[in-house]
Antibody, heavy 116, light 112 residues
């Protein structure tokens, strides 16, 4: 069955960096666009970024553009989110999800806390 | 960006009674390929979101048939024919037609 497992979250100071990973299994990873979506504590869902199957095309929410970079390694069935210049408002649970427009499967999420 | 507006934001329902959530978009959600990328998600307390309905009215595998989606253009509805205790949680509509993809604010369903 399809499984997505995020890791790499934690506590980081404002201005710091963090790299999230998402390990995929149960499907042909290289056939699917992938996305990151986040949820601030007690708040709703916000799409962050998506990447195409080959890793050659990406798109970002305005709130993270220029600071976050999405990437993937199809050989390792892995999705990444490099987060730089982190701000308090980036504090959230970050989910990886399969596909772009349809988000059919989600991981369990990893918590990122940006605080001094 | 396309704004997704859900109503109501809070939905107390008696067990066994129907429930309905409205979702309106600020622009048409018909994509150039002819599809309408309007999806519904359920987030139970303490869990990740789970997709229930995709492209307006297609129920995901394993989703009870008491859940149904309808609508077109800018106006969409999620209906639960008879609410059960396991339906408690927050429901989100989401548009995948226009980048940036956007979600509604969420509707919190609780048992009265």
């Amino acid at each position: 069955q399809v499984q997505l497992a995020e890791s790499g979250g934690g506590l980081v100071k404002p201005g710091g960096s963090l790299r999230l990973s998402c390990a995929a299994s149960g499907f042909t990873f290289s056939d699917h666009y992938m996305s990151w979506i986040r949820q601030a504590p007690g708040k709703g869902l916000e799409w962050v970024s998506y990447i195409n199957t080959g890793g050659t095309f990406t798109n970002y929410a305005d709130s993270v553009k220029g600071r976050f970079t999405i990437s993937r390694e199809n050989a390792n069935n892995s999705l990444y989110l490099q987060m730089n210049s982190l701000r308090a408002e980036d504090t959230a649970v970050y989910y990886c999800a399969r596909t772009a427009r349809l988000f059919d499967y989600w991981g369990q999420g990893t918590l990122v806390t940006v605080s001094s | 960006d396309v704004v997704m507006t859900q109503s109501p934001l809070s939905l107390p329902v008696t067990l066994g009674q129907p429930a309905s959530i409205s979702c309106r978009s600020s622009q048409s959600l018909v994509y150039s390929d002819g599809n309408t990328y309007l999806n519904w998600f359920q987030q139970r307390p303490g869990q990740s979101p789970r997709r229930l309905i995709y492209k307006v009215s297609n129920r995901d595998s394993g989703v009870p048939d008491r859940f149904s989606g309808s609508g077109s253009g800018t106006d969409f509805t999620l209906k639960i024919s008879r609410v059960e205790a396991e339906d408690v949680g927050v429901y989100y509509c989401m548009q995948g037609t226009h980048v940036m993809f956007t979600f509604g604010q969420g509707t919190k369903l609780e048992i009265k």
